[in-house]
Structure formats: C-alpha cells, structure tokens
C-alpha cells in the first residue's frame, strides 16, 4: 500500500461547480497534513495546511479525518484559475522524516 | 529573489556521463529536501537534510545518486552514470526550524533529459 493516495482523476468540472478530493495516508503516527498545488510545468505550492479541527480559506475546505486516516480538499464555486493538479501531503514532523506526495489529482475547471 | 534556487534549470546529458544540480535554500531553512518528479506523477521523495546530517534517504536513491550539504546551505545532487530512466525533473524544497513554521517551499526545478 502507497503510503499517500489519491483519487485518480482526472476531475472535469464546469465553472461554479463543487468539488472534493479525498486522499488516505497509512502511517499513523503522521501528525502534519497539506494540500499543496501545482500548476503545469511549475513548482508545488502550498494550498492550505489541513488541522485536526478542520480549517477553511475562502472557497477551499479541508477536514481531516483521523481514525480513518484521511483528509479531504472541498473547492466550492469554481474558478477557471483553480485548474491545476493538487497534491496531498503528508509528514510525521519527526527528525529524519520527509514530506510525503501522493500522486496528484488533476483539475480542469470549463467555461 | 529569496526563494529557493536551483541550478541549472536545464540540463541535457549523454548516458553514462555525471551530473550534479546545485540548490540553494532559503537561508534561515535548516531543513531541505530532494525530489524527483516525471510526468503525471507526484513528487517523489528522494533525500533528507537537517542542517548537514542527511537524516533520511528514499529505496529510489541507488548507489548512483550522491546528496551533500556540507555547510548546511546549500546542497548538491550528484547523479553517476546517468541512465535514460534517470531524466525527470529534479526538485528542492527547504523548510524553517521545526516551530517556527510548517511551509516548504519549492524551487523551480532542474529538469534532466538523458539522451
């Protein structure tokens, strides 16, 4: 079992539409959790840290889910711009521990 | 600029020849690490470095691949006898002290074509 995974994709939404990306981890003792984004042929940025109370930025909804060891990215209302691919990430904050990507899930928000 | 810096951006290379891309962290980060990256995938994770210990090193890092950071600045990635499997797009990221923020932040790649 990949130790971040994703939902496949790829997602096709028109604009103003919600939607959600699931991503499970199996190491549990992973305490800090991201959704990173990454437009074509850019660098990863940080999206949004996920936190066990769940936290929301504008559009953008993360929830995490513990007992099942999942976290969870809502885009609410669409945009064109938030095409890209989007990236969980996921780290037990221990010394000698990497930031772990799932694959991606990619995003393509029409007109 | 002060983001993470990575060179060269592009680098095109024989089989069997050596390369090494250089990285230059945020200057506060002590904490930097090595991805590689191909199509449709994610960033796959490569090698760790706290200040200068290398604390962790990924399955994917043969005997062929070499990280430094001597100083604990910056880092070198040195890839021996270069395969055409080897060509991807080569990524660093820094972070801050463990406290004093969470973010890692990425340059913009070394993208290697093995030809």
């Known amino acids: 079992r990949k130790e971040v995974e994703q939902d496949p994709g790829p997602f096709n939404v028109p604009e103003g539409a919600t939607v959600a990306f699931n991503c499970t981890y199996s190491?549990?003792?992973?305490?800090?959790f991201f959704w990173y984004r990454q437009d074509c042929r850019k660098e990863p940025k940080l999206l949004m840290s996920?936190?066990?109370s769940g936290n929301e930025d504008g559009r953008f909804t993360a929830q995490l889910n513990r007992a099942s060891q999942y976290i969870s990215l809502l885009i609410r209302d669409s945009k064109l711009s938030d095409s890209a691919t989007y990236l969980c990430?996921?780290?037990?904050?221990?010394?000698?521990?990497?930031?772990?990507f799932g694959k991606g899930t990619t995003l393509s928000v029409s007109s | 600029d002060t983001g993470v810096s990575q060179n060269p951006r592009h680098k095109i290379t024989k089989r069997g020849q050596n390369v090494t891309f250089r990285c230059d962290p945020i200057?506060?980060?002590?904490?930097l690490y090595w991805y590689r990256q191909t199509l449709g995938q994610g960033p796959e994770f490569l090698t760790y470095?706290?200040?200068?210990?290398?604390?962790?090193k990924s399955r994917l890092l043969s005997d062929r691949f070499s990280a430094e950071r001597p100083k604990g600045s910056f880092s070198t990635l040195e890839i021996q006898r270069t395969e055409q499997g080897d060509s991807a797009m080569y990524l660093c990221?820094?972070?801050?002290?463990?406290?004093?923020?969470?973010?890692?932040?990425f340059g913009q790649g070394t993208r290697l074509t093995v030809v």
């Open positions: 990221a820094s972070r801050p002290p463990s406290g004093q923020g969470t973010e890692a932040f």
């Open positions: 190491n549990s003792a992973s305490q800090s």
């Open positions: 996920v936190y066990s």
């Open positions: 990430v996921v780290t037990t904050n221990q010394a000698g521990t990497a930031l772990i």
């Open positions: 200057s506060e980060h002590n904490r």
């Open positions: 470095f706290q200040n200068e210990a290398q604390l962790e």
